[in-house]
């Protein structure tokens, strides 16, 4: 554990919450690495994560006794849930499953950790764990949107394999990553707050489009510029809200990341976050079209017929919908347009159309830039101004246009 930061940011009292998933076992893991990093640990478990694992087991490894029961007389002798609300630094749920999820949306206060939760105004953290269509259905994206909002943080949850056989996203981030998320994010450093208390959303990557069970229409979009520009963001102190398309890079630290596949998932997303967020920048490369309907099965091949017609529908212009929010609940919005020729004549263009505040366009046809590049050139355009950016790293290129958006931010009317 030597090679892990101080406990500085995230205080020495953790109250770790337990819910009943699955991946309860790995909790025990999470408490010992707190303890190894310094922190005092006590455990609150609902009564569904004792099935999964139990309250001795926590107890012996942080010494203290695990708390279970909101209406225990002999524990509130000891220290009252209100106290122990007080106590606490930090409220670390992991793993947070829907049903907990949905009754802290709902801000319910049915049982002890629900309770604690209510009466604490400790930062809050949690680390979600379930089934990946449990993950993605709407009713659990508008909690995880709405626990957001009332100031949660929320750590992953990672795809891959589940433990219900399925494979997406859902399972909870492996201990190492929660203490390591716990411990840098996210304070800005000192200097670095120039967008503290703005809220910056950011949609990135490529979206997939079913056409039957097993296959999709995508395109290359790696999700590099779009993950660069939500660093950049956190870096500078902004609470960063990342709608990511399936890419394989890692969610930064300190940044919210909400997954998506298609372009309609993505849309219902961001036209949720986006009236609360202060600058939305529409970074993901959307499909244009989607199959009017996706095969319920596999389509197969038909003996003597050389072609297969595919019937495609347009999907929603997402950075569009946004900008055409009203103007008290709408955002500064930045797009960025691909291009291979006439860069600035098509960036114009989209720019008006889309009823964008400011877009970065990039010529997608050079060499060695752009499209799975680490590297990218851009000209960044608004109402009155332009400016070139020279070839460097995306993540400077994202400092770069996060100083271009706060300048835009300020000097636009208050809404
Ligand atoms: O694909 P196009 O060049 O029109 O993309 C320009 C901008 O519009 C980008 O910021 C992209 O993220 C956004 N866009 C969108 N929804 C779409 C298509 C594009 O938000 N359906």
Known sequence: MSSLPAPSRLGPKVLLGISAGIAAYKSAMLARLLKQAGCEVRVVMTEGAQA??????LQALTGEPVRTSLLDPEAEAGMGHIELARWADTILIAPATADLMARLAAGMADDLLTTLCLASEARKVMAPAMNQAMWAHPATRRNAARLMDDGWHLLGPASGDQACGDVGPGRMLEPEAILKALLTAPTPAPGASEAAGLTVTITAGPTREPLDPVRYLSNHSSGKMGYALAEAAAALGARVQLISGPVALACPEGVERITVETALEMHEVATRLAPASDIFIGCAAVADYRAESAA???LKKTEG????????????DIIASVAALPTASRPLVVGFAAETRDLEGYARDKLARKGLDMIVANDVSREGLGFGSDNNAALVL?????????PQPKRELADAVMRHALARLAARPTR
Do not use: C, S, Y
Request: without cysteine.
């Open 52 to 57: 999964f694992i139990t309250p001795l087991t």
């Open 382 to 390: 608004w109402g009155d101004g332009q400016e070139n950016l020279a």
């Open 305 to 316: 017929e050389a072609g297969l017609v595919l019937r495609l529908i347009q999907n929603p």
């Open 296 to 298: 319920e099965h596999k």
